[in-house]
Each structure stands twice: as structure tokens, then as C-alpha cells.
């Protein structure tokens, strides 16, 4: 993994494709082969975890560890089992009983892919292919994270506890519940809250702590790490809300008006567009005040979320 | 946790119940309470973990850690976080998409019984929310199998390791998917083999281990464990497959006839009832004689072998 040093200015492009590069031979290196029996499970595990997925959750990670003076080498475990986390969960809400998506970066859902035989009692092979390799991949997250080791002020478990939460039913997949359930009723502003901080931000701020974590940091680096991925999370969301509202789908790569169509609670629909632009900006000030203290070893963690936030909105 | 010492002769149906009983508080101890919100997927997570199941593989763990020398209290995190993982499995193997199974132990199955209502989008929620449920029943495996600590001999990665192979695309998923791609053709016996190790072997050996792995076991202890687990774990599902030929099913307590319907490769197809017979009590055997190293102190695990094995067959 030959990383070169980045001189200031901070060259953005070049970081996120290097690290790209670096975390796909990594995760390369930590599944099995694609040929290994049974074939159909590596493939599908393969597929939608390189299907050009930006890989945002593990450069936020790799950067929180140089913030903190750590090796981008004793992060990456952890940043690779937070991209099989990012992944199964995508695959798993693309599926029918989900949110029904045969579309992902403009290529083929997992189940989609994985459709085109049917087994001898007739069932689509698809959707249980795409279930497996979900399940496949969020158990594979554990085990590469069970890679890393223990560090002065963190120890194995605290690491594998951190994930485990924030992949669970009170952080993650609460946020996929309560998002489900939240359709097609107005949810007010502290429900739409608890949706955004658990579907975006749970990830994003477990990704730049256990960045940290992987680098030994003080508790007070993983105080103000903590207040970024949280910040940066909750902005990103509420500026997709505005987005999805303000921009074409041309502009926007995807299909506008999606959530309003689904009926689905949204800064602009609860508290108007002029409000929410003020929500993201005191959301993304927050975010960026929280990395004051890391001084210029912050500085490909402040370009990443310059990049996650400076969207015309 | 109190445990009654066990007299000679062993009480199997007394150890059962009471170590279904100390099983089910530490289960419920683990796991959110189920009106944590959101109560759906809290609800959804305990509905199938405690809709009856035998706790077999957590009795075979505590049983493996008295056998060492050790304390059931040591191993009572990992004899839960296996069931947690074998209940997900059941959930997930039920969906529509994989068996469409809408019973399991005489109660609607998962996604049958939060199927009520749908959303305002038409979908169906009841598939959706077993399919959570079942990822945050794997997730919480791992939260609660992270709570155990080192061993002199097996540290806190090598526990979570054997957890997460176990349960990933070589061993658990792999089972999954290559009983998914045998249906309707013929599978020859080593195929089926390598199906039957991974279903139904992979995560009783599992059990076994970490429950001597718990007790801080030597090498040989553990080699010798994983044989009984092993082939007890195989055999029961020759036997399984010889049952479903042989007997009606009123008195499987299960439909009869369901593998040749599914046209399933099964040990009778292939060899015939006779050889199969003769397999079954060969791996009988071996399971048996793998525990003689253990003497007295592994008259639970004998017990439970018996209880799995001893069916008439």
C-alpha cells in the first residue's frame, strides 16, 4: 500500500483516489477470492462492494487517524469493515420487501444482478442471493475488524463493541425502522432527527472514531472526532433534504422529488427551505469548529468534509 | 445464575430446563429491552429468540466448558451469541424469497407474524422487519460475544474470529447457499457433505469450541472437541434426512417428504436407507469416542450427544 505524502496545498482529488485505490486492495485482499466455492456468494459479495462506491466512510476514517498521528495502515481494518457495513446495508434496503431499487450508481441492484435463474420450485434465486451476500458481508465487517489490535486506550473489545453498536438495532437499523415506518405519516422534527442521526450519522462518526481509536487518541480527539462525523452526518442528510426539493434530477444524478413522492418527513416539508439552510450551515460550522484543535494534521479531514458539504444548496 | 450441581446419574431433562432457563435471562439481559424504541424491531428481534427454541447449542457450550474444567458463567456470552446467530438464520431462511416458510415450531414464522400492515407505498412490512430483525440479531451476536475476555490460551480475536468465520461465506452462508443451488439437480455425496458441514455441523462445532475455549482448553482438548461437534453435527443430519423417508409426519413433528418434494439430494437417495443407517452410526461413534479423554466431567456433553442422536432411526 504505497501511499504518497500529501504537500499542502491539500490536493483532495489525489487523496480520495489513492486511498480508493488503497482501501479496494485491501478489501481485495480481506474476501475471498471470487472464485472461491460457492461461487455465487463471493461474486455477490463482490459485486455491489466494487460497484464504485466513493469509499467516503473509509477515507473519513483513514484521515481521523492522521489527524490523531496514527498509521493509515493500523486504520485500514477498520475502515474496510465499515465499508462492508456501508454496503450490506445498501444491499439489503435495495431489495424488494425494502425500498424495491433495481437501480444502485447506475448499475444493477445486488438482487437484480443475481436474478436470472429461478430454482426448480420456481423461486427467484435473485432476492436470496442478494439477502446472503448481505448477511455475508456484515459478518465479513466483523471479521476483518477483529483484524485490528488493542492500543493503550483501546483495547480489542472496545474497538469490536463500537461497531457492533452502531451496526445494531438502537443505532443503524434503528434508523432503517423508523425510517420505514415514518412513510407515509408526517413525522415531526425530533423524529426526523432521530432518523437522520441513525441512518447517516451513526456510520459516519463510528468511521472517523474508530479512525482515531486505531491512532490511540485522547479522549478529547475522540470528543471533537465524535462532534465532526456527527455534524458532517446530520449537514450531508439535511442538505440531500434540501436538494431533493430544490434541484433537478438531471442535477442531481438521481430521481428528484423521491422523497417527497414517498411522503416522507423532510427539513424543507416540516420547517420550510430558508430554515433548513440554516440548519446546514449551523450544522456544517459546528462540524468543521470541531477539528480546530487537530491543527494542519486535519487537513484531509477538512477537505472531505468541505467535499460532503459544499454542495450548492 | 443458580445452577445445581449435577449428580450422578445425569439429569438431562434437569439440566435442559435449567440451563434453558439461565440461557433465556442472560438472552433478555443482552438484548434491549422491547419497548426500546423502535419496539418494532425490539419486538421483532425477541419474537424468534424466544418462540421456544431448544437452546441446544448454547447447552452444548456450557456443557463443553464443564467438560474443560471451566465455568458456565465464562461461557454463558458465547453460548447466546450462537443462538442469536442460529435465530437469525431461522428468520432469514424463512423470508419468501429463501424457504417461504410460514410456521417454525408450531408459530407463525417472523415476517408472517409482522405482517399486519403495510405501508403507505402498498409494501408489505412484515418482510421487512424479519429481515431486520435478523440482521440485528447477527449484529448483537457479535456485541454480545464481545463482552467475553481473554484467555491465557484464545484472546478476545481469536473468539471473535471463530465467531465471524463460522458464521460467514465459507462456513454458515456457504451451507445456505449451496443447499439453495442443489435444489432440483442431484448433488453426489461429496457435495452433499460439504452442505451438511456447513447447515447443520459448522455452528454446533462452533459451540463446542468456544465453550472449551472459554474454559482456556489445551489444544488437545480442543481438537478433541471439534470432533464430537463435528460429527455429531453430521450426524444428526444423516439421521435427519433418514427420518424424513421413514417416518410420517405426525410423528416428526414436521412435514415428511419435504426433501424429495424439494428435490433435495439426501444420504438415502444417494446410498440407500441401509448405507445411510451404517453412516449415521459410524459418526455416532466417532462423537462418542472423541469425549473419552474428558471422562466424568463430560457426562453433559454425552448426555446431550445421546439426546441429538439417539432417534429411532
Request: overall charge positive; charged content about 25%.
Amino acid at each position: 500500500m504505497a501511499i504518497r505524502r500529501t504537500l499542502h496545498p491539500f490536493d483532495l482529488q489525489e487523496f480520495l483516489e489513492s486511498r480508493t485505490a488503497a482501501v479496494n486492495t485491501a478489501l481485495d485482499s480481506y474476501l475471498p477470492p471470487a472464485k472461491t466455492k460457492p461461487g455465487t456468494i463471493h461474486a455477490a459479495m463482490r459485486y455491489p462492494l466494487f460497484a464504485g462506491g466513493k469509499r467516503m466512510r473509509p477515507a473519513v476514517c483513514l484521515a481521523a487517524a492522521t489527524a490523531c498521528g496514527g498509521k493509515e495502515a493500523e486504520a485500514m481494518p477498520l475502515a474496510c469493515a465499515v465499508e462492508c457495513i456501508h454496503t450490506y446495508s445498501l444491499v439489503h434496503d435495495d431489495l424488494p420487501c425494502m425500498d424495491d431499487d433495481d437501480l444502485r450508481r447506475g448499475k444493477p441492484t445486488t438482487h437484480v444482478q443475481f436474478r436470472p435463474s429461478v430454482d426448480a420450485a420456481g423461486r427467484k434465486r435473485g432476492e436470496a442471493v442478494a439477502l446472503l451476500a448481505g448477511d455475508a458481508l456484515l459478518t465479513q465487517a466483523f471479521e476483518i475488524a477483529a483484524h485490528c489490535r488493542s492500543w493503550p486506550r483501546y483495547s480489542h473489545q472496545d474497538i469490536m463493541l463500537e461497531l457492533a453498536r452502531t451496526a445494531g438495532s438502537l443505532q443503524l437499523i434503528a434508523g432503517q425502522v423508523a425510517d420505514l415506518e415514518g412513510e407515509g405519516r408526517k413525522a415531526n422534527l425530533k423524529e426526523l432527527r432521530y432518523i437522520h442521526e441513525r441512518k447517516t450519522s451513526a456510520l459516519l462518526c463510528c468511521s472517523v472514531r474508530l479512525g482515531g481509536m486505531s491512532a490511540n487518541c485522547t479522549p478529547a480527539q475522540l470528543k471533537a472526532l465524535t462532534d465532526f462525523g456527527y455534524n458532517v452526518g446530520l449537514a450531508f442528510q439535511v442538505i440531500d433534504d434540501i436538494l431533493d426539493v430544490t434541484q433537478s434530477s438531471e442535477k442531481l444524478g438521481k430521481t428528484a422529488g423521491k422523497d417527497i413522492k414517498a411522503q416522507k418527513s423532510t427539513y424543507p416539508a416540516l420547517i420550510g427551505l430558508k430554515k433548513s439552510r440554516g440548519v446546514a450551515k449551523r450544522l456544517t460550522q459546528e462540524a468543521f469548529k470541531a477539528l480546530k484543535p487537530f491543527g494542519k494534521r486535519a487537513v484531509a479531514l477538512e477537505a472531505l468534509g468541505t467535499f460532503l458539504l459544499n454542495r450548492d444548496y
